[in-house]
Structures are given as C-alpha cells and as structure tokens.
C-alpha cells in the first residue's frame, strides 16, 4: 500500500523533477531506470533502496540530498522541538569561533573566567549523549559550551589556551554530527571548519586527523563522494608516520582505521565495490591490531572492530552484495559496541539486507531522545512465528520498515536514526 503523500519520498521527487522541468521518461533514461519505475517512486509504491540512487536524482534535479532525503529530521513529542530551539545560539556561537581563531581584531570574551575542568566535563557529557543519540540533551549542552570555551581562548595563554583549544574542537565536532542529524549540513560545515581552526592552533597531527574525519562525515552527508575521498586521503598521508613503525602511536592507527571506513563509504555509494572492500580490509586490520576490546570513544569515531562490521553492512547493501558484508567481520559482537547510534545504522543494513519475507523483531531505544522504541534484529521467514513484510528499504532512506504491532508500543516504523510510531489498529 502507498505510503501517504506528505511521508514518502516520491513526493519530493516528483516535486524537484518537475522544477526540474524534466519528464519521467527523462529522469528514467538519466538513471538508467524505466517510466514506469520513476512512476511507482512518485507514487510512493517503489521504496528507493540506494544512496547512490538518491545522489544521482538529487544531482540531475539540482536539489540538495538532505532535502531530498526529507530532513530536518522530525524529532517525536518535546524533545524535537528543543533541540531546534538551541540552533540559533548554537550559530552563534560557532560564528565567534570562527572569527577569534581567524584571529579577528577587536573581539571581547562574553563572560568571566572560565573553570576548564567544569568544561572537560561538560565536553565529556555532550559527547556522551551524541552517543547515546540524545539530540535534545546535546543541542541543549553546546550553545553554553562553545560561548565559554570562546571566552577561554580569548583569556587564557599557555597551557591553559591549548587545553582550551582542544575542548573547542571536541565540542565543535559533536556539534558537527548533532547538526548532521537534525538535518542542517551547512551549520554542520562551520562546525567542522571551527574544529579545523583549533586543531591548526594546535598543530597537532592526531587532532587534524580527528577533524579530517569530522569533515569527511559532512561531506558525505551532502554527498560529495570525491571531496570525501580527497579529505581522508590527504589526512592519511600526514597520519602515516605516526600509524606506522615501533613507536606508532595508538590514536593514529585508530583514527587511519577510521579514515579508511569514510573512503569505504564514498566508494561504496560511489558504485565502487572494490575499492570499497579495499577500504574495509585496511581498517580491519588496524582493528584486529588494537585488538578486540578497543573501541575509540575519545576521538568520537568509535572505531573497532564492531564498527568495522557496521560500515562493512552498508558497503554491502550498497554495491550488491550484502551476505559479503555481513560476513565480512567475523566473531563480532554488535551489542558490545559503545554506541547507540552505530548499533542501530547495523540493524538497519541488516534489515536492508534480508530477503524478501524477512521481519524485524525485538526492541530497544530509539535514537534522536524521542523516547520511543527500535527494533533490534531481522526474524528470518523460517523462523517460529514469522509473517511476511515488506523488505527493508535503504539508509539514509527516507522509506520505512515496517514491524510488528507491540501490544504497549503500537506498529514502529523505521526511518534514518530516526524511528516513529503509530497506533496499532
């Protein structure tokens, strides 16, 4: 059954072809894809199950892909609209960051002095909660957060200001990933800038690194596949000496891991499968070299061997062959992996991966501090108590995946880290 016109992505669609000034016929001949697929999109009837897909529809329409995608996302009850109530400040904040680490004249700290230990913690609260996918909480934390640290920077010299330095970038690569997922990319790209100016202040190789990914994650974000690649390359190529030899330092090895997961991706969506699985081989073995309990909650990437196995899941779906990337990383746990979010991105790609007749089941948090419940696993058809639904359509997607009615919960629905509920009839 269609989805309603004000959900799907169809819609969208159709409005950016006809701004377009493109017919069906056009757009399908662009993507390789027949009238009547175009048609059944629009319709809602066709989920887009492809990234790449999306990308390409987006370019030839000239439309952004978060628009395209549906965002800003639409946090559930309260809590979405507080976390949109912060942006401004949030922008603000960020907007003096900038123009102090350009070393802009003239500039006055906004407060009195500021407890650095007071800000490690908050630092170390909002990175917490972007883990945990708490948007509201987060969007809440940084505006204070950054306005403080700007005053540190200006008042402080020494240890005190590379102290300072360093919890700006942190809190403005949280700020990054928060913004990316209430659906603001171009706020988003400040932050990453922001973070990119402490960590030139800092000369520090592991904290430009740090930023390379920030960057390669908006970028990718707003799809620029190329860009994503040429960030993370470059930042590998300074990384190396610190990843490599007998005094490699952890971090490093950490962060290239990381790195080569953002090229997998963007070869992925690319349509570039073995270089995607290139990508992947080289980051597994900078896991399986940390070793099995390592997973980088310092750095904000998380990367280990469970998150290998998460971005190993989409490279799959993505390029065509997902039991290779499910497979790929073997004698992982995914529950054991320290954040919410990566949890979910997995269950997701799993479910885009099951066959036809596979089911969701199972429940968990939902992110985005909606209070709402996610599914958990994929129930194959053979399995007790199976019924048959839709497959799964594709992340970022914009489609949904129908599961189960719960008896408390009613009938959940899942769309990119964002999960909604409706009733059960």
């Not at 003096?96 to 007071?118: E, T």
């Not at 960057?215 to 490599?244: F, K, N, Y």
Request: proline letters at 7%.
């Amino acid at each position: 059954m269609p989805l309603s016109t004000d959900e799907h992505i169809g819609t969208r669609v159709q409005i950016a072809r006809n701004a377009a000034g493109l017919t069906q016929v056009e757009l399908a001949d662009f993507l390789a894809r027949s009238e009547s697929w175009v048609a059944n999109v629009e319709s809602g009837r066709q989920p887009l199950d492809r990234y790449s897909v999306i990308t390409a529809i987006a370019d030839r329409c000239d439309v952004d892909v978060v628009w395209l995608l549906g965002q800003p996302y639409r946090l559930q009850r309260s809590g979405g609209n507080l976390a949109h109530a912060h942006i401004p400040a949030l922008r603000t904040g960020l907007r003096r960051a900038g123009l102090i680490l350009s070393g802009h004249p003239g500039l006055s700290p906004q407060g009195g002095p500021v407890d650095l230990a007071a800000m490690r913690e908050k630092t170390r609260q909002a990175s917490v909660a972007r883990q945990a996918a708490n948007l509201p909480k987060v969007a809440t934390l940084l505006p204070p957060l950054v306005e403080d640290l700007n005053t540190a920077v200006l008042t402080t010299d020494g240890v005190e200001r590379e102290e300072a330095l360093h919890l700006l970038a942190d809190a403005a690569r949280t700020a990054r990933m928060c913004l990316n997922q209430l659906g603001y990319p171009d706020l988003a790209w400040s932050a990453a800038e922001v973070a990119a100016g402490a960590a030139t202040a800092l000369d520090d190789p592991v904290v430009k690194a740090a930023v390379a990914w920030d960057r390669c994650g908006a970028l990718l974000h707003q799809a620029s596949l190329r860009e994503t690649i040429a960030v993370a390359d470059a930042a590998l190529r300074d990384l190396e000496p610190h990843a490599t030899g007998r005094g490699r330092d952890q971090a490093a090895v950490s962060l290239r891991g990381a790195l080569h997961l953002r090229c997998s991706i963007a070869h992925a969506r690319g349509g570039q499968g073995d270089d995607a699985w290139a990508r992947i081989d080289a980051a597994l073995q900078d896991a399986d070299q940390l070793g099995p309990e390592w997973y980088d909650l310092e750095r904000h990437t998380v990367f280990g061997r469970g998150t290998v196995a998460v971005h190993a899941a989409e490279a799959g779906v993505e390029v065509d062959q997902p039991d290779a990337g499910l497979k790929k990383v073997p004698r992982v746990d995914i529950s054991e992996i320290p954040s919410k979010e990566r949890r979910t991105h997995f269950r997701i790609d799993e479910a885009r991966a099951a066959p036809d007749g596979a089911e969701l089941v199972g429940r968990g948090q939902a992110p985005g501090g909606c209070g709402r419940r996610a599914v958990l696993r994929v129930r194959r058809p053979d399995e007790p108590g199976s019924r048959v639904r839709p497959r799964a359509c594709g992340r970022p997607v914009p489609g949904r995946i129908p599961v189960r009615p719960h008896p408390e919960h009613g009938t959940r629905e899942v769309t990119p880290l964002l999960l909604r509920t409706v009733d059960a009839p």
